[in-house]
């Protein structure tokens, strides 16, 4: 049971360069999440997927897509890196998203947009 | 703006002390608040979480929530140097998918 897993964990691209984070999740849960930290700031929500099927805006969407492929994956891509998505990503997966409902992260995938 | 405010710190905090780590936040409608842990260079991980007033125990970790003065606390009793870490706090409405997190608190335990 590996939990929430997300792939590269490490990625550097060049200003312009397009790219999609993976994220896969063996829990049978619902909801699916991407957020991106900033030093000194909060976790802040990019998009979000309460259920299969369905994909929402979270705070930040502007330079990004996803794609709930099926329950278990949930996918974000930059289709033209700037040095401003120079983050840490995470991936992270709850049951229904709703209420009291605790997320699951994934390890992270750090990247560098020069 | 609905916000959640943390005190970045770093607070330091002697070994075997109680480690008093605050939250405030600005939506009156919030149902659900919650503490993760952060270790240098990792995921955040759920320590606890509560949605009514008062004390929750698990273990030395105690949240405190107070909806009237909109405020949300976790204590770590006999702190230990393994709960240094960057703690957050993140608050959630029942009819809302979006949780909405502080920007952490940074706990140093001194041996």
């Known amino acids: 049971n590996a939990g929430v897993t997300q792939t590269p964990k490490f990625q550097v691209l060049k200003t312009g360069q397009s790219m999609t984070l993976q994220c896969a999740q063996d829990?049978?849960?619902?909801?699916m999440y991407w957020y991106r930290q900033d030093p000194g700031m909060g976790l802040r929500l990019i998009y979000y997927?309460?259920?299969?099927?369905?994909?929402d805006k979270g705070e930040v969407p502007n330079g990004y897509n996803v794609s709930r492929l099926n329950k278990r994956e949930f996918s974000l891509r930059l289709e033209s890196a700037a040095p401003s998505q120079t983050s840490v990503y995470f991936c992270a997966s709850s049951d229904s998203g709703r209420g009291a409902d605790t997320q699951y992260f994934g390890p992270g995938t750090r990247l560098t947009v020069l | 703006q609905k916000e959640v405010e943390q005190n970045s710190g770093p607070l330091s905090v002697p070994e075997g002390a109680i480690a008093s780590l605050n939250c405030t936040y600005s939506d009156r409608g919030s149902q659900s608040f919650f503490w993760y842990r952060q270790y240098s260079g990792k995921s955040p991980e759920l320590i606890m979480f509560i949605y009514s007033n008062g004390d929750k125990e698990d273990g030395r970790f105690t949240a405190q929530l107070n909806k009237a003065s909109q405020y949300v606390s976790l204590l770590i009793r006999d702190s230990q140097p393994s709960d240094s870490a960057t703690y957050l706090c993140?608050?959630?409405?029942?009819?809302?998918?979006?949780?909405?997190w502080g920007a952490g608190t940074k706990l140093i335990i001194k041996p």
């Open positions: 993140a608050v959630n409405e029942d009819s809302n998918y979006q949780l909405i």
């Open positions: 997927s309460a259920s299969e099927g369905t994909t």
């Open positions: 829990m049978n849960h619902n909801s």
